[in-house]
DNA sequence: ATGTAC
């Protein structure tokens, strides 16, 4: 794969037949996907041959190999000229996304305390495959309540405050969800699971705020150095994974009837305006409900233990996704066009000033959430004015070795000892779990995150440092 | 990511 390098933290992959647009990188040297092992670059060139595709197929810093399109993928599709909606431009865990919670308490307060605070996070969070979840839900009518009104109906239900919406993406829930387009397989798998950790990458963990890079924007977050903070990664589960799963399906059978052709069956799609581009949407949507009150309910959960363990509560900072499909109003060579802006692994950033902000946090912009891999810390980030790539950046490390090679490479090491000599205390299920997230499977997420800014994509606030980790 | 395979 050919790439020019245009400016520092940005490469360009020329256009050329079929491609539509060209491609755009975000990234230094170093930081771009090993080509023998990753085939995520032509990924990119194969998401600029999409239907109705605006701009360019941009990557984050972070990208690397997914389902179809890269992980770190940004594309966006113009809705009134035939775009397309592609599920494997979201990925099977629609919605997955970050939330973080922050404690009116410093680290040096919390003090031996952590240990206790520890065993109640990890009894409270139902997690690992398949097993127990917060919520039993009574019947389908609760099930289209959390699939319609995601964390507004979970607070409705008392699992949360009125403030809490505020600082959600789309106060909590988005509008345009339809169940009916959910299959019965879908409902089955997610009716038992909401208020669930999962597994993989996803996490509960509590940190401290170690460094601040901007005290006003700090501040308005509601953020100061030394504090302590919970963060919580996870999405919609079985839910999701069928839905896409469902829909991918879906959309290979009627892609013909449409005239779209592409270079990888893994980019099936459709028309957005089209029955199957609705459907997905509608059903994707759900999902996106579902993956909000899911994080709604561990934050519940996560407040009780805080609260009977220190007294305090635990204020929202922000909760946003980071596999998402929207409809946004884009420039597009400089005029304003419908699009459709598929986020996979990675994170809108909305600018200062920007209308979907709440009234306290628009002059200073979105807070976005980075989570590091297992033990290395994450950020918090804001959006930065004319930022390329429809206001969007990176959404964690990144993955550089599968999981299996980061097993094989943890071979005769003890995982949690590792990151118990670094004073992390940990809660895991499994020793394969923890050895498949090690940092060594990841890209550094500190210069991730500097390339993001590098490349005018977003801007740092501060960086938390993992104390305890409760994983699935 | 995921009842780690329809």
């Not at 952590?114 to 839900?137: F, I, N, Q």
């Not at 993956?291 to 635990?314: E, P, S, V, Y």
């Not at 004015?385 to 490479?409: D, E, W, Y």
Request: aromatic share 4%; hydrophobic share 40%; proline share 5%.
């Amino acid at each position: 794969m050919e790439l020019v390098e245009e400016s520092p933290y940005r490469f360009r992959i020329d256009q050329r037949d079929p491609m539509r647009v060209p491609g755009v990188v975000f990234a230094t040297r170093s930081l771009l996907p090993d080509a023998g092992a990753d085939k995520s670059l032509e990924q990119v060139a194969n998401v600029a041959t999409l239907p109705g595709i605006v701009d360019a197929s941009y990557a984050m810093p972070d990208v690397h190999w997914g389902y179809g399109f890269p992980i770190g993928g940004v594309a966006a599709t113009d809705v009134e000229r035939d775009g397309v909606v592609s599920p494997g431009g979201v990925g099977f865990d629609i919605s997955c996304g970050v939330r973080l919670l922050a404690a009116d308490l410093d680290r040096a307060e919390l003090g031996p305390r952590l240990d206790a605070l520890m065993d109640g996070l990890a009894e409270a969070t139902p997690r690992g495959m398949g097993k127990g979840a917060v919520w039993h839900l009574a019947d389908r009518a609760e099930l289209d309540g959390v699939l319609r009104g995601g964390s507004r109906y979970a607070v409705e239900r008392g699992f949360g405050v009125e403030r809490d919406l505020d600082r959600c993406e789309d106060y909590g829930a988005v509008d345009d969800a339809d169940p009916a387009q959910v299959s019965d397989r879908a409902v089955e798998r997610g009716a038992r699971q909401v208020g669930s950790l999962g597994s993989g990458n996803h996490f509960l963990e509590v940190q401290v705020v170690e460094e601040v890079y901007d005290d006003r924007v700090a501040g308005v977050f509601g953020l100061r150095p030394g504090q302590i903070c919970v963060m919580i990664h996870c999405g919609s589960r079985g839910l999701g994974h069928q839905i896409c799963t469902d829909h991918l399906r879906g959309m290979e059978k009627v892609m013909s009837r449409y005239g779209i052709e592409v270079p990888d069956r893994q980019l099936a799609c459709a028309p957005v305006s089209s029955d199957e581009g609705r459907a997905y949407l509608g059903a994707m949507a759900a999902a996106a409900n579902y993956a909000r009150a899911n994080r709604q309910l561990l934050t519940d959960a996560a407040r009780r233990i805080f609260n009977r363990q220190t007294g305090q509560g635990l204020d929202l900072v922000y909760d946003i996704s980071h596999n998402l499909a929207k409809l946004e109003t884009h420039a597009v060579d400089g005029v304003p066009r419908r699009v459709c802006v598929h986020r996979k692994g990675a994170t809108r950033a909305l600018p200062p000033g920007h209308e979907d902000l709440p009234a306290d946090l628009r002059a200073v912009g979105q807070p976005v959430l980075i989570p590091g891999s297992m033990g290395t810390g994450s950020y918090v980030l804001t959006g930065v004015p004319g930022s390329p790539a429809f206001a969007s950046t990176c959404h964690g490390a990144g993955r550089v070795r599968s999981r299996k090679q980061a097993v094989k490479a943890e071979r005769g090491a003890d995982p949690r000892r590792q990151l118990e000599e670094q004073d992390i205390a940990v809660r895991g299920v499994s020793r394969r779990g923890l050895a498949e997230e090690m940092p060594a499977a990841y890209k550094d997420v500190t210069a991730v995150v500097e390339s993001a800014e590098g490349a005018g994509l977003c801007r740092k606030v501060a960086r938390l440092a993992p104390i305890g980790v409760v994983k699935g």
